[in-house]
């Protein structure tokens, strides 16, 4: 098969996440792109970047079907719709995540997310014949791994464990399972970060599927957006909001590494990290949405970001604030569409670009116009200092 029959159109993958980390989901249901808990964690799936080694979890119609997607309206909640001649079965994909339980009225920054990724299965008419393949991946599919099954769960030693009620067979790193789902019929199967200690995840299901609802619902009715396309614009801020790293706020680049900006070609870089460029311009983006929350806690990233290579402000830091980000190439991937090669970490954090300056000071400006306290005597007053001691 040529690189272009092994891997979809990145236009065919629709996003899911729950502000720490994130999953890419193809058209025809396999996630071939995971990270839990945070954005540039080694990846649990990711055959993105490699179609024979990387990782990825596949649920899939036997024979032929057609689908139909779409999201929960309002939310990032996936619904993948797969139509088959015997009958119709909805796959809902989402990582869940809500405000913590002490958080005052308006504030939806300050997240709880236990680090899941949740598949439900609904049978909506018929029968529907499934089939399921799953096999995780362990530092960037550079080391081995062998599943066991034990207790409803599939795990191997520090990796995500896989809730299911399903007999898979194991061989290695890859388990396979055959399903059929009736009318009226639910399976839920739960990927944790950690293992569960009480409750199993896919007995809280139902009530973490409420609150990841309600989380986007309500964020996205905060948005003063009135004007053309407004459906567009609405899922653009929701979209960055999902791309924005609660723990710390600070926004991402991107939510992959190494998808080429020329297929076949080598630059291919690692974009999840905080470019303050991009950040400024989203959160100015937000900010006139009316989400002022988001940039007051961009300030306080910059705050510890910057406050730690000043007089020096770079370009980009980590997502908590790293300030360095050392580049290295994974030569054993054969990166997307046979794009090599594939980069963890930027060395572009090493760069020094002198109009970073006036983006920091333009990002200080919004929040003073919008009221927004603490800016004075902070990263803002010190930049500007710095700003004159560079210039003269």
């Known amino acids: 098969m040529s690189p272009a029959e092994r891997y979809p159109p990145i236009r065919d993958y629709a996003v899911i996440g729950d502000c720490h980390g994130c999953a890419l989901v ?18 649990v799936f990711l055959r993105l970047l490699d179609a024979e080694r990387g990782g990825f979890w596949e649920i899939a119609p036997v024979g032929e079907y057609r689908v139909e997607r779409q999201y929960l309206p309002d939310t990032a909640i996936l619904q993948t ?9 909805r796959l809902t994909d989402f990582m869940p995540v809500g405000r913590k339980l002490d958080a005052s009225t308006h504030d939806y920054v300050n997240l709880n997310a236990p680090g899941w990724l949740v ?19 362990r530092a960037y599919a550079a080391e ?17 464990v896989l809730f299911t009620d399903l007999e898979f067979e194991v061989q290695d ?30 007995d809280r299901v139902d009530e973490f599927l409420t609150v990841t609802t309600a989380f986007w619902q309500e964020w996205l009715g905060y948005c003063r957006y009135r004007g053309p396309h407004a459906a567009m614009v609405r899922r653009s801020a929701l979209t960055l909001k999902l791309m924005t790293y609660a723990p710390g706020g600070g926004l991402v680049a991107a939510l992959t590494t190494s998808l080429p900006e020329q297929i076949g ?24 949405l009316g989400y002022h929350g988001e940039a007051s806690r961009f300030h306080d990233y910059l705050i510890q970001a910057c406050g730690r290579t000043l007089p020096e402000i770079q370009i980009m830091y980590g997502i908590d604030g790293e300030s360095h980000l050392p580049e290295r190439t994974l030569d054993h991937l054969s990166g997307y569409r046979d794009s090599r090669p594939v980069r963890v970490g930027n060395e572009a954090h090493t760069q020094r670009q002198m109009d970073i300056y006036g983006q920091v000071l333009d990002l200080a400006l919004l929040y003073r116009r919008h009221g927004v306290a603490g800016v004075r005597g902070s990263y803002a007053d010190r930049a500007a200092r710095q700003v004159s001691v560079t210039f003269g």
């Not at 388990?175 to 896919?202: K, Y």
Request: charged share 30%; proline share 5%; aromatic share 8%.
């Open 265 to 288: 070609g080598e630059r291919n870089w690692d974009y999840r990290y905080c470019w303050l460029r991009d950040g400024c311009f989203t959160l100015y983006a937000l900010a006139v």
């Open 144 to 160: 081995p791994v062998r599943l066991r099954r034990l207790d409803g769960r599939l795990q191997s030693e520090g990796l995500p």
């Open 26 to 43: 193809s058209r025809d249901g396999r996630i071939d792109w995971c990270a839990l808990q945070r954005f540039d964690a080694d990846p």
């Open 119 to 137: 598949r439900r299965l609904e049978g909506l008419s018929g029968e529907v014949a499934l089939k399921m393949r799953y096999r995780p991946s």
């Open 81 to 89: 719709e797969f139509i088959t001649p015997h009958g119709r079965l």
């Open 173 to 202: 790193d890859l388990a396979e399972a055959s399903l059929t789902v009736t009318a009226g019929e639910t399976r839920d199967l739960v990927l944790a970060a950690t293992n569960a200690e009480r409750q199993c995840p896919r």
